[in-house]
């Protein structure tokens, strides 16, 4: 890209190994998630590898995708990942308990408040990813050895992972949130180019 | 027979009870005429003996309820009275809502129709009760002239009048009864000949409540009804400065756009029209007098405040100089914030002027003046306005302010549409939990000491908050006593034996509007006095029951706390994960304590698994309301205590908007509620109320028990590390 | 044109499919059974069925129930909906009564699924459900009380 995408890849470069915990979370804009040729400075393989995860990371453990991947069989939500309210649970299948299922509330689109004050997201299959796909308060690396095991992942080869990331309804809307909330940076077609990019580098994980 | 402080009654029956003789006997009071009921029922009803109840040739009996029903029971209580004395079978009972006319249906304890400080069954006691009494004693006088009968041969007994072998139903009789004399003078049942007072009779809103037909405000539907929604400014004492509606005439089915004097108005041919025209407003404000203090600024001036002289409220010995051996001082601020009422049913009303007459559509709870508030801002005068009532959904004291400051508004919307239409006019949930008339902000300082032997001999009390009632309508008395009694009531007279007792207040100026929020100034003295006194106990070492008998002095006071503590089997030692907590308020005539068993929730929060309370409350005319209003004041305690608070930001503006930051108690966090009704002959007290002041102290001592954290700064929420990172 | 199936009759709303169903209901069709508490989808009030499971009418465009089963408190008469208003009116469990109907629909819904509920399947169901009454403790009741009369325990 440019001057300032280079000095970043210094930076990626040198923090290569570290694993960045979900903590303080800065404010995203969508020219903020980097593409794969940003990444062509460094070696292929394993450095690439894990840079790339890094970035992945950005989408990873942002609220939109952190508040359907809880540890408990409660969601969080909206970007300050507080308790979902009303406070709602798994259920059997991850759609809810009998009586309050995830669609009670949330449709097939999110819906607008009609005063511009917010929105209730919605999706063709709105649910809670299933327990053995937690990812808050992971570090990134258990996340991504998560990921790709496929006893954990849905039984998802690496390519199923690229296609899931690339072109899944409920990972899309992580990008089209509805009034309210953050989206996720960059787009979900550069998080589908990143994942490839990773897998093809040899879908490393940090420690 | 218990010693009981006495009860309030209303001039007339105090008259009447020295004038002596063993049944109540009925004077000039009240029974106001047949004549007031509007004619176009007589057919159906021939029979109206006065203006709260009329018989049908069906037998079936129509109380026409005074007071608004709004989950209080009031309805199906004052029907029971009705049915008491008349002898009817329940299942003959029917009920409608009484229209706003004050000579017929005040509040005889508040001189006109409304229902507030938990006073609805209390004030209607003696005059439900004539009524019925009247009406029987009719048809009876009618059934003897057509059997020929001496009256003292006639008995009545669930809806049949018999004499002899010869019975009837009351329809066969209405026609005879309707031209028949009324007397003004008849007797009542001694209590010990209730059949239905006392009793869990089924409440007569139920059914329509539990199948979606009850109808509310909110529900009434007219041809040509355009919908009103007001823009309120974002700051307290803000005015309109301007606005620009072009964005939201141009809106698809926009009628109009108007400035009131609390905002700006608009009408639409739907709700959600209304609601997408008010966000396309542009409007100026004018926040020249507004109030743009944070809470916390708020909270700084009134602990400020506090210290000033203020009014003295108490001053009953004073507090010691110096301190003898072995006693115990503590000291503490407590911070109480505000609190909305939220009722579930948003503010709302349906207004028709149309050729100089005026029909209002109200869940109203001062029906007269509410009524006339809205007339007045029409130009219309109060007798050509007419108040349909209907059922209320919820309050807890917001559907009444001192100023009617919502049906002047409703009014100038009306007037602002100018047309014969009819106007739905109702507040959203936003504007609901924004729109102020909150529960005051209040910080309360107290110092005490306690002597080895458990007595208090020191109670410095300085509070500082919001006043309610001075400068409103209703702040005449307020001003002639030197404070708003409704300020402190409980810290005045906890009922505990508090030597160098002296309380004084303060009150903050702020054009936030403050309102009567259930339980009113015990929604905040109760807890400071309940909890400051067990801190005091536990620093002593007493017991806080035993500590409490030691000081308590009105035997009922003392017989609800010894009752709950037994309920409760308070000497049973508790696990490590589980401790009680007790507290003990006297509120609106009525005896509550309540002791709850708390642990730690996985969110770090006091859980609350259950409550006992035992309550004195006088004659219980249906332990089942009873016992419903005394659960539902302790989950409305309790969510309060937990979560409630309004918070105003830098610059004044409220933070919170909905359910989503306004958190409620949800089922999954109530407890489990057992009540225990003291029996007693005392005419009936206040219920409403009563059940709310003892919830929060009592789990806040429990919490300091289990944990050793006092919670000065309600609610829970934010005082308690743990969970303010959940 | 929305064309869907409201209480076991076709029908068809002319108007904006954007319209939240609960207000097509309410003023439109004059089914004022079902209440606006907050809007937001945090309270309950507006509580229906479509196609026989809970939805909350407030966050529904009317255009998204083309083809469905819309039913509402008025017209709720599956057996656990009858046990259920039969139960709440024999334990006096409204107070104000205006989240009532949000409850007893979000009650029916789990009713459906589950005959003999625990209090934590009580908890899970109706925590989508505000009452400012606090009427819980009778409206867990009174589910246990249809769920038996329906001959589960």
């Known amino acids: ?207 | 027979m218990t010693e009981h402080s006495e009860p309030i009654v209303p001039e007339t029956t105090r008259r009447q009870m020295l004038a002596g003789a063993g049944a109540l006997v009925f004077s000039f009071l009240v029974m106001p005429p047949a004549r007031a009921v509007t004619s176009g029922r007589a057919r159906s009803h021939p029979f109206q003996p006065n203006a709260f109840l009329k018989i049908g040739a069906d037998s079936s009996v129509t109380v026409i309820v005074k007071h608004v029903e709004f989950g209080q029971g009031a309805a199906t209580g004052l029907a029971t009275l009705i049915a008491e004395e008349l002898d009817a079978d329940w299942s003959q009972l029917r009920i409608e809502f009484a229209h706003n006319d004050d000579g017929l249906y005040k509040n005889l304890r508040m001189g006109t129709m409304a229902v507030g400080g938990s006073t609805s069954m209390a004030n209607s006691w003696t005059q439900m009760r004539t009524a019925g009494a009247t009406a029987r004693a009719v048809l009876v006088a009618a059934a003897a002239k057509r059997w020929r009968v001496p009256e003292q041969s006639i008995s009545v007994s669930k809806g049949r009048i018999a004499s002899g072998c010869k019975s009837t139903s009351f329809g066969e009789l209405v026609a005879d009864a309707a031209k028949l004399p009324v007397p003004t003078d008849v007797p009542l049942k001694a209590p010990n000949r209730f059949t239905l007072i006392g009793t869990r009779l089924p409440k007569l809103d139920s059914a329509a409540k539990s199948d979606g037909t009850a109808m509310f405000t909110v529900d009434v539907k007219l041809p040509g009804m355009v919908y009103a929604l007001v823009a309120h400014p974002p700051k307290f004492g803000a005015v309109p400065a301007g606005f620009d509606g072009s964005a939201a005439m141009a809106i698809p089915g926009v009628r109009k756009v108007a400035a009131v004097k609390s905002g700006v108005a608009v009408f639409a041919d739907s709700f959600p029209t209304a609601l997408k025209a008010r966000s396309a407003l542009q409007i100026r404000w004018d926040d020249s007098k507004a109030e743009t203090r944070s809470t916390t600024e708020l909270f700084a001036e009134a602990a400020r405040l506090a210290d000033e002289p203020g009014f003295t409220v108490v001053e009953n010995g004073a507090y010691p100089a110096a301190l003898p051996e072995g006693a115990r001082e503590i000291e503490a601020i407590y911070y109480l914030p505000h609190l909305a009422h939220a009722p579930m049913e948003t503010l709302d009303a349906v207004m028709r002027a149309r050729d100089g007459k005026l029909d209002v559509w109200l869940g109203s709870q001062f029906q007269v003046k509410e009524t006339a508030a809205i007339a007045g801002e029409l130009g219309i005068a109060e007798k050509d306005a007419l108040l349909h009532q209907c059922y209320a959904g919820g309050s807890f004291g917001r559907r009444a302010t001192p100023g009617n400051e919502f049906d002047i508004e409703a009014g100038q919307v009306c007037r602002a549409w100018g047309g014969p239409e009819p106007v739905k006019f109702l507040w959203t949930r936003e504007d609901d939990i924004r729109g102020g008339f909150y529960r005051p902000v209040m910080v309360h300082k107290l110092r005490a000491a306690i002597a080895a032997d458990g007595q208090i001999i020191g109670w410095d009390h300085r509070a500082a908050g919001q006043s309610i009632v001075i400068g409103t309508p209703l702040g005449g008395g307020a001003v002639k006593r030197g404070f708003d009694k409704m300020m402190i009531e409980g810290a005045d007279e906890p009922g505990y034996r508090l030597n160098g007792h002296r309380l004084s207040i303060g009150v903050l100026e702020s054009p936030i509007p403050v309102n009567w929020w259930r339980s009113v100034g015990h929604s905040h003295t109760a807890y400071v006095v309940e909890a400051f006194l067990d801190r005091l106990f536990a620093a002593s070492g007493v017991d806080p029951v035993a500590g409490r008998l030691a000081l308590l002095e009105d035997q009922r006071a003392l017989a609800v706390v010894h009752r709950v503590a037994e309920m409760a089997d308070w000497q049973r030692p508790r696990t490590a994960e589980r401790t009680l907590g007790v507290a003990y308020a006297k509120s609106f005539g009525s005896y509550v304590a309540q002791i709850v068993e708390v642990s730690r929730g996985s969110d770090g929060l006091p859980r609350v698994h259950k409550v006992w309370a035992a309550v004195d409350c006088g004659i219980a005319i249906n332990p089942d309301i009873i016992r419903a209003q005394i659960e539902g004041g302790i989950g409305f305690a309790l969510g309060h205590a937990l979560y409630g608070e309004i918070t105003l930001g830098q610059g004044g503006e409220v933070e919170q908007s909905n359910f989503h930051d306004y958190r409620s108690l949800r089922i999954g966090e109530m407890p489990e509620v057992d009540v225990a009704i003291i029996p007693s002959d005392a005419d009936p007290t206040g219920i409403g109320e009563p059940g709310v002041p003892p919830l929060a102290p009592a789990v806040a001592n429990a919490w300091r028990k289990l944990t050793g954290e006092v919670v000065e700064r309600l609610p829970f929420t934010r005082s308690i590390r743990s969970a303010s990172q959940a | 044109m929305t064309s869907f199936t409201l209480n076991g009759k076709k029908t068809v709303f002319a108007g904006d499919p954007e319209m939240p169903l609960l207000w097509v209901l309410r003023d439109e069709f004059g089914l004022t059974g079902t209440k606006y508490g907050c809007g937001i989808a945090q309270c309950g009030a507006c509580t229906v069925h479509v196609n026989g499971k809970s939805r909350r009418s407030c966050v529904t465009p009317v255009g998204s129930l083309t083809g469905k089963e819309v039913t509402t408190i008025e017209g709720a008469s599956s057996p656990p909906a009858k046990a259920l208003k039969t139960a709440w009116a024999d334990l006096d469990v409204p107070q104000c009564g205006f989240c009532q109907s949000g409850q007893i629909m979000s009650a029916a819904a789990l009713l459906t699924e589950v005959g003999s509920p625990t209090d934590q399947d009580i908890d899970n169901a109706l925590a989508g459900n505000i009452c400012r009454c606090a009427t819980y403790q009778r409206i867990r009741r009174a589910i246990k009380l249809a769920a038996s009369r329906m001959g589960h325990e």
Not at chain 1, 178 to 194: N, Y
């Open chain 1, 1 to 207: 890209m440019m001057r300032v995408g280079k000095f970043a890849l210094i930076i990626a470069g040198s923090l290569a190994a570290t694993s960045f915990v979900a903590a303080a979370r800065q404010p995203t804009d969508r020219a903020a998630l980097r593409a794969p040729t940003d990444f062509a400075d460094l070696s292929q393989g394993r450095e690439r590898s894990l840079a790339l995860f890094a970035e992945m990371g950005k989408v990873i453990q942002h609220p939109r995708c952190l508040n359907c991947h809880p540890r408990t069989d409660r969601p969080t939500q909206g970007d300050a990942m507080t308790p979902h309210s009303p406070s709602v649970v798994r259920g059997k299948d991850g759609h809810g308990a009998p009586g309050l299922h995830c669609d009670t509330c949330h449709g097939t689109t999110n819906f607008d408040f009609a005063d511009g004050s917010g929105s209730v997201p919605g999706d063709q299959h709105w649910h809670l990813a299933p327990a053995e796909m937690a990812w808050a308060g992971k570090s990134q690396g258990e996340i991504c050895r998560q990921l790709k095991d496929p006893s954990r992942n849905g039984g998802k080869s690496l390519a199923a992972l690229i296609e899931h990331n690339a072109k899944d309804g409920l990972v899309g809307w992580g990008w089209n949130p509805g009034a309210g909330r953050e989206p996720a940076p960059g787009s979900q077609r550069l998080f589908g180019e990143l994942t490839a990019a990773w897998v093809e580098n040899g879908a490393h994980c940090p420690d």
